[in-house]
């Protein structure tokens, strides 16, 4: 159910509306034939107060902290190894995910969490959805030319979306890879990493297929960004296809189109 939840979720799909109409004015105006109303439930006792949750805003800071002393992309990764912050480290997940590809590489592509070949190998994008990434990379001519990691890098459990709040701590991590590659472009892939990285509320299907400004946290980076379908939702459906090989082809485009002289 819960995957099934999460296709729809990937489609942009974020109301549902039955068949037909349903006139809830003329059910309230039904004449009483029905049985009695039931007793009032005697009244509850005031739920306690849910345990506070993580501290997000010191788990950010210290997440910001530990990330501006990487002076490089080695040293974040074992930063995001060292952190202890996100608590998806605790939720089972084998290792730290982190990246794989070009350190220098022109285009940054987001995903939004490893899954569970990635929480074995180590590395980002590497299982089914991963393969058809890389074939899609290849065909666009971006081999080399990529760097690929995610929006959190730990496996969430049952490959479940990470939290926004998830996110919002591994996010200084993120922005300091994209502060160490320096790529020209990004792309982010899938839903949950346009809304993430863009702090936009749209669904994938309306964000994709257009240039959106990156801006970083402190605002002294910005980039041209380009959300597109996720490859794991290309494998559902296939048809889909070709709106995200049209997002590749324009990404390639930017990449290639020669720099106006000043
Ligand atoms: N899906 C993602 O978003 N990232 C991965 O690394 C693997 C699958």
């Known amino acids: 159910m819960e995957s099934f939840l999460a296709f729809w979720a990937d489609a942009g799909v974020d109301l549902c509306f039955e068949d037909e109409p ?4 003329a059910e309230q105006l039904r004449p009483l034939r029905q049985a009695p109303a039931p ?3 005697p009244e509850q006792p005031m739920r306690a107060a849910a345990p506070a949750g993580p501290d997000i805003a010191s788990a950010i800071a210290e997440a910001r902290q530990a990330a501006a002393q990487a002076m490089d992309l080695t040293a974040l990764e074992a930063a995001i190894a060292a952190f202890e912050g996100c608590g998806l480290k605790r939720e089972g997940a084998r290792q730290a995910v982190f990246s794989r590809g070009a350190a ?3 285009v ?5 969490a490893p899954g569970a070949e990635e929480d074995i190998q180590g590395e980002p994008f590497v299982g089914r959805a991963g393969k058809l990434l890389d074939r899609m990379i290849a065909a666009a001519g971006l081999q080399g030319r990529v760097f690929i990691t995610n929006t959190v890098f730990w496996r969430p459990p049952g490959n479940r979306t990470p939290t926004p709040q998830e996110q ?6 993120l922005e300091r890879a994209i502060a160490l590659v320096q790529p020209k472009l990004l792309l982010l892939s899938g839903g949950a990493a346009a809304k993430a990285v863009l702090q936009r509320q749209e669904g994938i299907l309306s964000l994709r297929g ?8 402190d605002e002294s980076l910005s ?3 380009m959300p597109t379908l996720h490859p794991a939702f290309l494998l559902r459906q296939p048809a889909a296809k070709k709106k995200a090989w049209a997002d590749f082809l324009m990404l390639v485009e930017r990449l290639d189109r020669p720099e106006r002289p000043a």
Do not use: N, Y
């Open 22 to 25: 349903v006139d809830r004015l």
């Open 39 to 41: 007793p009032p439930a």
């Open 104 to 106: 220098d590489a022109p």
């Open 108 to 112: 940054m592509i987001i995903g939004e």
């Open 168 to 173: 919002m701590i591994c996010a200084p991590f």
């Open 210 to 217: 257009r240039w959106i400004d990156w801006r970083s946290a």
């Open 223 to 225: 980039l041209p960004a």
